[in-house]
C-alpha cells in the first residue's frame, strides 16, 4: 500500500507493525515513520489560509522524531455509535465519516476509546505523505469535496489513498487536531 519508498525504509527501520487494528473500537491505524518535512504553505499558495497568522501557517521545516498510527480513514458513525451510544451526523450512513461533533466531544471519544486526536504536525506530516505540494496528489481522485459530493459526506475509502495508505486526508470532513 505504501508507495512512498523512503518511507517504507524509515517504516521498516521502525520495527513496528504497519498496520494494526484497535481492539476497543475495531479502527485500523496505519504506521506514520518519522521524518522531516515542510509544515505550512508558501505565501504564493492558491487558498493559503491567511486567518491563523502568516506565522502559523509560514512554511517552515519540520521534524517528527517519534513514529505513531493514525486512523486509515476518519472515524466513522458506525464507530461512533458502539464509543459514544449516539450519532450526531447530519448526514447519516454507518460508513461515512462522523460529523457535527466538536473537539470536545472528539475528547470524550479519544478518552473512552483510549486513543488520541493527532497533532496539527502530525496530521500535516501523515496528510502529505512525502508529498510538497498542496495536496497529496491529484485532488479529484483523492477527496470529497462541494463540486463532487453533493454537498454531503461520503462513505470512507471511495476515493484513492495517499502515498501512505491513508483515505480521505484531503475532503469529506473537517478533522480535530489535538492542539
Wanted: one cysteine or more; hydrophobic letters at 35%; proline letters at 4%.
Amino acid at each position: 500500500v505504501v508507495t512512498d519508498a523512503e518511507a517504507r525504509a524509515r517504516m521498516t527501520a521502525t520495527k513496528l507493525p504497519w498496520k494494526v487494528r484497535d481492539r476497543r473500537t475495531g479502527i485500523v491505524m496505519l504506521l506514520c515513520p518519522p521524518g522531516e518535512f515542510m509544515m505550512g504553505s508558501p505565501t504564493s499558495e492558491e487558498g493559503r489560509t491567511e486567518t491563523l497568522g502568516s506565522l502559523r501557517e509560514a512554511q517552515h521545516s519540520f521534524t517528527i522524531t517519534k513514529a505513531f498510527y493514525l486512523s486509515e480513514t476518519e472515524v466513522t458513525q458506525e464507530v461512533w455509535q458502539t464509543v459514544i451510544g449516539a450519532n450526531p451526523s447530519n448526514f447519516k450512513g454507518a460508513n461515512n465519516p462522523v460529523e457535527q461533533v466538536s473537539w470536545n466531544d472528539c475528547q470524550s471519544f479519544c478518552q473512552s476509546s483510549g486513543l488520541r486526536l493527532a497533532s496539527e504536525s502530525e496530521w500535516e506530516y501523515a496528510c502529505r505523505a512525502g508529498t510538497t505540494g498542496a495536496y497529496a496528489g491529484d485532488l479529484a481522485s483523492m477527496a470529497w469535496f462541494y463540486d463532487n459530493s453533493g454537498g454531503s459526506t461520503q462513505l470512507v475509502k471511495q476515493r484513492k489513498p495517499n502515498a501512505w495508505g491513508l483515505y480521505d486526508m484531503h475532503g469529506n470532513v473537517w478533522e480535530w487536531c489535538e492542539d
